[in-house]
Nanobody, 119 residues
Framework: QVQLVESGGGLVQAGGSLRLSCAASGNIFRINAMGWYRQAPGKQRELVATITRSGSTNYADSVKGRFTISRDNAKNTMYLQMNSLKPEDTAVYYC?????????????WGQGTQVTVSS
């Protein structure tokens, strides 16, 4: 019914940049808040950044000043621009969205995209 698909992950050297995308499709009436999370091997999933429908943002302290979250409501797509990447940013990055469908609502997750930062 609803799919979130992440893209843009890959291997990059420390100090480099990547841009992640998360595209939502399916039976969607409106998308409220969206967010990026990440999970490194052996660690719990953690919040990276969130953005409301109106564009208010929130960031984890570890990424403030380096990452920028944005969205295009017309395209049901969210982005994460990641600059000055560090090896500790290596993780699987997941997008999450609060989606209202024509019948019902819920929080949805993407399948994840791997980001690897080499030192």
């Amino acid at each position: 019914q609803v799919q979130l698909v992440e893209s843009g992950g890959g291997l990059v050297q420390a100090g480099g940049s990547l841009r992640l995308s998360c595209a939502a499709s399916g039976n969607i009436f409106r998308i409220n808040a969206m967010g990026w999370y990440r999970q490194a091997p052996g660690k719990q999933r953690e919040l990276v950044a969130t953005i409301t429908r109106s564009g208010s943002t929130n960031y984890a302290d570890s990424v403030k000043g380096r990452f920028t979250i944005s969205r295009d409501n017309a395209k049901n797509t969210m982005y994460l621009q990641m600059n000055s990447l560090k090896p500790e940013d290596t993780a699987v990055y997941y997008c999450n969205a609060d989606i209202i469908r024509n019948y019902g609502s819920g929080y949805y997750w993407g399948q994840g995209t791997q980001v690897t930062v080499s030192s």
